[in-house]
């Protein structure tokens, strides 16, 4: 999206939140108006329509409830600290309440609540970024865009360096399984060499091992059963019943030392083959192990490399946004109420109430103190004293600023090292109503 266009949908905004009841409640001497209340056995559950949110007050501490039904009129819209949402803007083209399911209102208003509090947060954003000098936004410029092109230069020779090295450990995974692929064969193979060597003898010629004399007798017994000399030997060491031949059990007995002799060598050859063979697979395991592991680093790497680009990236272009905004002299649409604005050293704290769905909270200082990127703020919920957000100066000067979109009672406590001087303001927005948004051409 081109980034006057982007400009044009955030200045547009959205238009107001469309109240869905009046009634009106006091609590701790407090006044809340343009909510729903929902009365429970010891408490009451007040729902704020601006925010979606809701709260539960104790009954004992409630000194009046007014319920005026979904009349539409906020209550009490001129007092002080209290919220009202009397004056809402609804956008033409939307269809009117009365047609819609609460499932629809509810997501209409929460469409309203998100786009306002990106208006706020642009404005905000907007509003500091101007009051830097024409030095000090060009500086800041430059250095975000260094920035997101090293981050990336970084995110891709990282993911280079990942891939060369996922490639070595591919490459080693192969050969260790080729090698204990090739060891087996040649294993079976030095096996069937020995065996083949104890029986050579009777390949070639199954007389060899006999003498003239007991070949002669050999050929006299195969012509009387009438057999060639081979076969008759053959079916007689198999063990088919002939007359005995001393000297034939003097071969057959040769013949198995051989084979007996083979059985050990190829015993001895099997284990020292399937020795190497276990040390390739537990290689191959531990490697198949390291590549996993590597595996797993590597996916955090690369997706806290690919984030921190995105990040500076979105950064740099939301600087160019804003630049560019200035350049086109956008002048702010939201309206706020001020609580409080005090310059401060060391530790400040201030407490205020909120009744508006959108509390802002700025600190201003001179970022061209060395102490600049010092300074701490924490926001806490004054009634339970839980922390509700923190922020520090260390962020570009465009993000001094807290959003914090509940109604409330808040304590707001910065700190700061000796020797820096800054200013907190605090203020709630005072009306919803603003202008549709404009038309993209």
Same mark, same amino acid.
């Given at each position: 999206?081109?980034?006057?266009?982007?400009?044009?949908?955030?200045?547009?905004?959205?238009?107001?939140?469309?109240?869905?009841?009046?009634?009106?409640?006091?609590?701790?001497?407090?006044?809340?108006?343009?909510?729903?209340?929902?009365?429970?056995?010891?408490?009451?559950?007040? +729902?704020?329509?601006?925010?979606?949110?809701?709260?539960?007050?104790?009954?004992?501490?409630?000194?009046?409830?007014?319920?005026?039904?979904?009349?539409?009129? !906020?209550?009490?819209?001129?007092?002080?600290?209290?919220?009202?949402?009397?004056?809402?803007?609804?956008?033409?083209?939307?269809?009117?309440?009365?047609?819609?399911?609460?499932?629809? =209102? !509810?997501?209409?208003?929460?469409?309203?609540?998100?786009?306002?509090?990106?208006?706020?947060?642009?404005?905000?954003?907007?509003? +500091?970024?101007?009051?830097?000098?024409?030095?000090?936004?060009?500086?800041?410029?430059?250095? *975000?865009?260094?920035?997101?092109?090293?981050?990336? *230069?970084?995110?891709?020779?990282?993911?280079?360096?990942?891939?060369?090295?996922?490639?070595?450990?591919?490459?080693?995974?192969?050969?260790?399984?080729?090698?204990?692929?090739?060891? *087996?064969?040649?294993?079976?193979?030095?096996?069937?060499?020995?065996?083949?060597?104890?029986?050579?003898?009777?390949?070639?010629?199954?007389?060899?091992?006999?003498?003239?004399?007991?070949?002669? +007798?050999?050929? !006299?017994?195969?012509?009387?059963?009438?057999?060639?000399?081979?076969?008759?030997?053959?079916?007689?060491?198999?063990?088919?019943?002939?007359?005995?031949?001393?000297?034939?059990?003097?071969?057959?007995?040769?013949?198995?030392?051989?084979?007996? $002799?083979?059985?050990?060598?190829?015993?001895?050859?099997?284990?020292?083959?399937?020795?190497?063979? *276990?040390?390739?697979?537990?290689?191959?395991?531990?490697?198949?192990?390291?590549?996993?592991?590597?595996?797993?680093?590597?996916?955090?790497?690369?997706?806290?490399?690919?984030?921190?680009?995105?990040?500076?990236?979105?950064?740099?272009?939301?600087?160019?946004?804003?630049? $560019?905004?200035?350049?086109?002299?956008?002048?702010?649409?939201?309206?706020?109420?001020?609580?409080?604005?005090?310059?401060?050293?060391?530790?400040?704290?201030?407490?205020?109430?909120?009744?508006?769905?959108?509390?802002? =909270?700025?600190?201003?200082?001179?970022?061209?103190?060395?102490?600049?990127?010092?300074?701490? =703020?924490?926001?806490?919920?004054?009634?339970?004293?839980?922390?509700?957000?923190?922020?520090?100066?260390?962020?570009?000067?465009? $993000? +001094?600023?807290?959003?914090?979109?509940?109604?409330?009672?808040?304590?707001?406590?910065?700190?700061?090292?000796?020797?820096?001087?800054?200013?907190?303001? !605090?203020?709630?927005?005072?009306?919803?109503?603003?202008?549709?948004?404009?038309?993209?051409?």
């Amino acid at each position: 999206m081109p980034r006057t266009a982007f400009i044009v949908l955030l200045a547009a905004a959205a238009s107001s939140l469309i109240p869905a009841s009046a009634d009106t409640i006091v609590y701790r001497g407090r006044e809340y108006s343009g909510v729903t209340i929902e009365e429970l056995s010891n408490q009451y559950v007040v +729902h704020f329509p601006d925010t979606g949110r809701k709260k539960y007050f104790r009954k004992e501490e409630v000194t009046s409830v007014q319920r005026t039904g979904n009349s539409g009129q !906020a209550g009490s819209p001129e007092r002080t600290g209290v919220y009202s949402a009397s004056k809402p803007a609804v956008r033409p083209q939307e269809p009117e309440t009365a047609d819609l399911t609460p499932q629809q =209102i !509810a997501l209409q208003e929460y469409k309203q609540r998100k786009r306002i509090r990106a208006q706020a947060e642009f404005e905000a954003a907007f509003e +500091h970024w101007s009051k830097l000098t024409d030095e000090q936004r060009e500086a800041l410029l430059a250095s *975000a865009v260094d920035q997101a092109a090293a981050a990336e *230069a970084e995110r891709q020779q990282t993911a280079q360096a990942i891939a060369d090295q996922r490639q070595q450990f591919d490459g080693e995974r192969e050969a260790r399984r080729v090698s204990a692929e090739s060891t *087996a064969v040649e294993r079976d193979r030095t096996i069937n060499e020995t065996y083949a060597a104890a029986f050579e003898v009777q390949d070639v010629d199954p007389f060899s091992y006999l003498t003239d004399r007991e070949a002669q +007798h050999t050929v !006299a017994l195969a012509d009387s059963v009438g057999l060639a000399p081979e076969e008759f030997l053959e079916e007689y060491l198999d063990g088919f019943a002939y007359p005995p031949v001393p000297y034939f059990e003097t071969g057959r007995r040769r013949l198995a030392d051989a084979l007996d $002799d083979a059985d050990v060598e190829a015993y001895w050859i099997e284990q020292e083959y399937n020795a190497r063979i *276990a040390e390739e697979s537990r290689a191959l395991s531990q490697l198949e192990g390291e590549a996993r592991r590597f595996d797993r680093r590597s996916k955090t790497v690369l997706r806290s490399n690919a984030d921190r680009a995105r990040r500076l990236a979105s950064t740099a272009d939301y600087l160019a946004v804003l630049e $560019d905004a200035r350049a086109a002299e956008y002048e702010p649409s939201l309206k706020y109420r001020s609580l409080f604005s005090v310059e401060g050293k060391g530790v400040t704290q201030r407490h205020i109430s909120a009744a508006a769905p959108i509390l802002r =909270i700025d600190w201003w200082l001179d970022i061209s103190s060395p102490l600049a990127n010092q300074l701490t =703020i924490r926001v806490y919920d004054s009634v339970s004293e839980k922390p509700v957000k923190a922020d520090s100066s260390a962020t570009l000067p465009s $993000d +001094h600023f807290l959003i914090i979109d509940e109604p409330g009672d808040y304590l707001v406590e910065a700190e700061g090292p000796e020797g820096l001087t800054y200013t907190i303001e !605090a203020k709630e927005l005072q009306d919803l109503t603003l202008p549709p948004p404009a038309e993209e051409e």
